[in-house]
């Protein structure tokens, strides 16, 4: 048993004990407590369970076992205007595919560190290694990929040195941890050079995957304008027709290699497979007495409504019975005043009405003789 309070303990008994004093004191004397003696050891037991309420009582839930992923994952997202080629489950863009899968590895890996690179014409840490998944998943519901007007071609490897130097500050600042990194894209060259290798990132990366995006058939891709309210102008045009982002999973595999991970190509109706953590940093961790309370405090609560739902019965049976004695007595001082003459009454001759009231008058059986002795002196 555990509690844990509201107040403190010292400024709960502050302000419960001169309250049950009081109460033991009218229930040690009889004569003078008005009400019944059950009726105050009712009223002290709802005071102690108040208190105890107060108190928070509660029973330790024990031990749980969490699973807790101690890795480091690097999350690297093409945002060129091709992530947004609608081919993704029919007609959709490509981004809403990869939104879901980095829902499914934060699912899968809970208790692990993020970190957010993008790229585009250049790479871009968009959130350093964190556990706040909140944030990880509010910085993809806006991303967003590069204007189209600025688009100049980009490299599929253009992210290589960023990668590398996230994972070398975590090795150094966490060298217990492993680390893994997960590539999403379509592989597609587009600014003519040689892509730079991820082969510098082998040797930190202890497991992963490149995921791939797209089709082979293609998905046209929408202007992307960047302003505020997310409009678009239509779509990137090639030759009269809308310009197409086709799939190359050459490259993608090549990625794969020079990390030591696997490559999938992502379709909709495909389910995401997923490496294991690395065992070395995989443990359950006891969860703290604190969290894992059973509270016992509404126990006393209950006790504390029905006894006041006692008092509140008791209270509305008097007020009844107060009610039923006024009844009476305001009908008995009605019943003894005189009833107002009608008038018919009032039309009849004075001297009629005055025989009918002398008629009326009790004559007293004792008469003094005084009384009926004249006043005056002789006639």
């Not at 009400?35 to 024990?62: K, Q």
């Not at 959130?127 to 189209?148: I, K, N, W, Y």
């Not at 500050?169 to 941890?177: H, T, V």
């Not at 940093?281 to 703290?288: A, P, R, V, W």
Request: with cysteine.
């Amino acid at each position: 048993m555990i509690f844990q309070p509201v107040l403190n303990v010292f400024l709960l008994l502050l302000l419960f004990a001169p309250v049950v004093a009081v109460a033991v004191i009218v229930m040690t004397r009889p004569a003078k407590r008005g009400a019944p003696l059950w009726l105050w050891a009712m009223r002290l037991v709802m005071i102690l369970a108040c208190f105890v309420m107060l108190l928070r009582p509660g029973i330790p839930g024990g031990a749980t076992q969490t699973l807790a992923t101690d890795t480091d994952i690097v999350l690297v997202v093409d945002t060129t205007a091709s992530i947004v080629a609608e081919d993704w489950d029919g007609d959709k863009p490509r981004l809403d595919g990869v939104r879901a899968d980095i829902q499914a590895i934060v699912d899968e890996y809970p208790g692990a560190r993020f970190a957010l690179i993008t790229f585009d014409a250049a790479a871009d840490l968009r959130l350093p290694l964190t556990t706040d998944t909140t944030a990880l998943v509010s910085s993809l519901d806006v991303l967003r990929p590069e204007v189209t007007s600025q688009s100049r071609g980009s490299s599929v490897g253009i992210a290589a040195q960023m990668l590398s130097d996230t994972l070398t500050n975590a090795a150094e600042s966490s060298p217990d941890r492993s680390r893994m990194v997960f590539y999403f894209g379509d592989g597609e060259q587009t600014d003519g050079s040689t892509p730079e290798s991820f082969a510098g990132s082998a040797e930190l990366t202890d497991a992963g995957g490149v995921f791939g995006y797209g089709t082979e058939e293609g998905g046209a891709m929408k202007l992307t304008t960047g302003g505020l309210d997310g409009s678009d102008g239509g779509y990137i045009q090639y030759q009269g027709a809308n310009a197409k982002s086709v799939i190359d999973e050459k490259n993608l595999n090549t990625i794969a290699e020079q990390l030591g991970v696997k490559y999938q190509h992502r379709t909709a109706d495909a389910e995401l497979t997923l490496p294991e953590a690395p065992s070395t940093t995989t443990s359950y961790s006891k969860s703290g007495e604190i969290g894992n309370v059973t509270e016992l405090y509404w126990i006393a609560a209950l006790v504390v409504i029905l006894l006041l739902a006692i008092e509140l019965a008791r209270a509305t049976m008097l007020v009844a019975r107060l009610r039923l004695l006024k009844a009476p007595a305001a009908g008995g001082v009605s019943s003894r005043r005189s009833a107002p003459r009608s008038k018919t009454e009032e039309s009849r001759p004075l001297s009629e009405r005055g025989t009918e009231q002398a008629e009326q008058v009790d004559v007293p059986e004792r008469v003094h003789p005084s009384s009926t002795e004249p006043s005056g002196g002789e006639s």
